[in-house]
Nanobody
Framework: QVQLVESGGGLVQAGGSLRLSCAASGRTFRSYAMGWFRQAPGKEREFVAA????????YYADSVKGRFTISRDNAKNTVYLQMNSLKPEDTAVYYC??????????????????WGQGTQVTVSS
């Protein structure tokens, strides 16, 4: 069992930056591929980024490529999402997810095992 707790959301002006964190409980964090997703009002949840268990491979949605960076610190059981050059269309609730058996590359199209409660990101124009 893994519990995920996101933090770092808030209100920022367009062009600004935020860094989200997702802290995981348990001693098996390095066994999980980790990802970030988001859901805007009235829209379906969408994939944002994912990172492999070692941190050596990362994957991004086209809409955030070049602006967002996913990273992880296995010693701290934490995955991060650095978001730069934020746009109003990035406004959403951001969720982190963990996948035990699947690959990070597939996190956007597969069922993931655990989800956090989400953190709100609001980008004003």
């Amino acid at each position: 069992q893994v519990q995920l707790v996101e933090s770092g959301g808030g209100l920022v002006q367009a062009g600004g930056s935020l860094r989200l964190s997702c802290a995981a409980s348990g001693r098996t964090f390095r066994s999980y591929a980790m990802g970030w997703f988001r859901q805007a009002p009235g829209k379906e949840r969408e994939f944002v980024a994912a990172i492999s268990r070692s941190g050596g491979s990362t994957y991004y949605a086209d809409s955030v490529k070049g602006r967002f960076t996913i990273s992880r610190d296995n010693a701290k059981n934490t995955v991060y999402l650095q978001m730069n050059s934020l746009k109003p269309e990035d406004t959403a609730v951001y969720y982190c997810a963990a996948n035990l058996k699947g690959t990070a590359q597939a996190m956007g199209i597969t069922l993931n095992d655990y989800w956090g409660q989400g953190t709100q990101v609001t980008v004003s124009s």
